[in-house]
């Protein structure tokens, strides 16, 4: 299995920005859809976003759409989430996952690998 880490997470105000990134270890990190899902308290987990291998599919959460930004970087093993207009209800556990397969999915049962997630917390 591949292992991933998160980093960027933070406190900020509402409105503002941030980015997360995923580094990812092994070789063929390329050929995996990579998601981004949160867990905000008392809340079950949810999909915030989800790309496939080439970043040619990609797949949002209504909630995030036009806020927020999944990218990949096959050359650098790594995934970002670029969080735009950030708001209060945003606050979570944002977590990476790895789909060892190029089909992209929004599920959490189809993802096998996570990271051990970032904490995000936005202000009012």
């Known amino acids: 299995q591949v292992q991933l880490v998160e980093s960027g997470g933070g406190l900020v105000q509402a409105g503002a920005s941030l980015r997360l990134s995923c580094a990812a270890s092994g070789r063929t990190f390329s050929t995996y859809t990579m998601g981004w899902f949160r867990q905000a308290p008392g809340k079950e987990r949810e999909f915030v976003a989800a790309?496939?291998?080439?970043?040619?599919?990609?797949r949002y959460a209504d909630s995030v759409k036009g806020r927020f930004t999944i990218s990949r970087d096959n050359a650098k093993n790594t995934v970002y989430l670029q969080m735009n207009s950030l708001k209060p209800e945003d606050t979570a556990v944002y977590y990476c996952a790895a789909r060892q397969t190029p089909l992209i999915a929004t599920q959490e049962k189809n993802f096998s690998s996570w990271g051990q997630g970032t904490q995000v917390t936005v202000s009012s």
């Open positions: 790309i496939n291998w080439s970043g040619g599919s990609i």
